[in-house]
């Protein structure tokens, strides 16, 4: 999936009246690229990324040309260039390169991937340059970087690499940096998370038409007690992206609702998430897996597949499968899907078949 170049949106009143025939005020920028002021400050007092109109000799105001400027300044930080050698590209800007020589090829910008540190305060380690980006988008809570970064990722690399080698990468840094700072950062981790969500949900659109009438769904729940569900939404939009149909109850699921669940619809496959190990149950898993359905004689039971850190060294019943990651969940289900399927019946949706 694509995503357009963001288009700005129309000003609302208080932007207007924010604005003159001159351009518009740095709080109007801020509001409308979703950047703080102080970022906005900052780059001008640093770099020179600045409006360079003044409005009765005090009041800055930022004109279209201004605005070129900083957009490119958003586009190349969200991307891992340093601030320093992205202003520099940023105030060059295309004029200067209409103005080169033909035959003159512009340097090519620093690509600092891999280089330690560099990420606003986060313990990165060796990662991707767009999770360098990312992380820095996310602590200057550029909503407008943050979102655009996502979408030019899935694009990309494609949606299991841009979790895996970006998108999960840099929430563990968020996550650390919030444990390890107090009350500090949490409003970073939210916002990351909530445009990591719905990126998740643009990748994976409107569940496929033939699908409904396929294989069995899929039913991914987070066990009793656990919140986090990001790495269950990424299955899900996997799952979509080749077609299997999923039911994703979310967070926390109480056990009689999972139970209930499980009768009422009849899924291949029930993935269990649990990301610390104080959540995993290996008793809730073994009553799933024995969870029965259909005719006597000829009753079905799910596929039950335990994902995510928690269930690291727990006691799993024999032939359960841990999926080591997402790339390794979606293939495990696409199997468990195409078996149930094939072992179906004209109106069963059966799991494991049971003759007992």
Known sequence: ???????????????????????????????????????????????????????????????????????EMCRLTSSGIPPAEA????????????????????????????????????????????CRGLGRAAVRLDAWAVDDLLGSVIAQYGLVTAWEEVMAPTLHAVGRKWETSGDRYVEVEHLLSWHVSSALRRAAGPPPAASRSAAPPVL????????????????????????????????????????????????????????????ASPALARHVADTAWGVKGARARPAVVPAGPGWAGQPLAPGTVRPGGLREALTLLRGLCDAAAGAGTGSGRPGVRDQS
């Not at 963001?6 to 000003?11: A, C, D, I, L, N």
């Not at 360079?52 to 900083?70: N, Q, Y």
């Not at 004029?95 to 033909?102: F, K, L, N, T, V």
């Not at 939009?237 to 499980?262: I, K, R, Y």
Request: glycine fraction near 10%.
């Open 87 to 130: 202003a520099r590209a940023a105030l060059a800007g295309p004029a200067s390169a209409q103005a080169a020589p033909p035959a003159a090829a512009p340097a090519p910008l620093p690509r600092p991937g891999r280089r330690p540190g560099s990420g606003n305060g986060l313990r990165l380690g060796a990662v991707r340059q767009e």
């Open 220 to 279: 991914l729940a987070c066990v009793p007690g656990e919140q986090h569900t990001l790495a269950l939404e990424a299955l899900a939009a996997g799952l979509a992206e080749v077609g299997l149909s999923t039911l994703m109850f979310g967070a926390a699921v109480p056990p009689e609702a999972l139970d209930q669940a499980v009768r009422r619809t009849g899924p291949a496959a029930v993935v269990l998430w649990s990301q610390g190990r104080s959540t």
């Open 1 to 71: 999936m694509t995503q357009s170049e963001p288009v700005p949106t129309e000003s609302a009143p208080s932007e207007q009246s924010a604005s003159s025939p001159h351009g518009l005020t740095t709080g109007a920028v801020a509001r409308r690229l979703g950047v703080a002021p102080t970022t906005l400050r900052s780059w001008d007092r640093r770099y020179g990324i600045g409006p360079a109109a003044r409005e009765d000799g005090r009041h800055r105001r930022w004109t279209p040309e201004d605005l070129a400027v900083l957009h």
